[in-house]
């Protein structure tokens, strides 16, 4: 059984993190609209508040993939469960994503998506773990930087639970 041993980074931490990100985005992209492209389901919960922080036209889409390998060891083998529905030609495209560990799954989504010729194409990670990197990824905003923890919360799960937690939390196991 695991349990929750720590807590990470706290709501109010969060929540200014969020808005911070969002500014700097809005002012990034200013004049332009953005495709937010959200990896299914860790990162449901930043990018519907990471949106609301972006003072911008915005549409929202979504992929689900899935890497193979052991709950918490990622393999860097991405199989894409759900594409997106929208064409990412000429659109300006944010990445969100919950969590950078390896790299791996980024990695190949990243290069997946820039053969699909968006007209820029960048990534917005809430936590990173650069310990842990053995790929390099392109990323332009960084929540948190954290050590090697496996954490959950604010969308991040083990096993499908602790996604609804509104901190990150670490696991003990
Ligand atoms: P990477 O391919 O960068 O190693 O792993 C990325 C994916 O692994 C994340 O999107 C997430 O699903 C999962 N992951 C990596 N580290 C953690 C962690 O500390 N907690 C949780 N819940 N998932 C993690």
Redesign the pocket.
Known sequence: MSSISQILVDEATLKARVKELGAAITKDYAGKSLLLVG?LK?AVIFLSELAQRIDLPATFDFMAVS?YGSATE?S?VVRILKDLDESLEGRHVLVV??????????DYLYRHLASRKPASLAICTLLD?PS?RQVEVPVKYVGFQIPD????GYG???NEMYRNLPYIAVLEP
């Open positions: 990896v860790g890497s990622s860097g994503e919950d969590i950078i560990d390896t790299g791996l799954t980024l773990k842990r923890y496996f954490v959950v991040l799960d083990f």
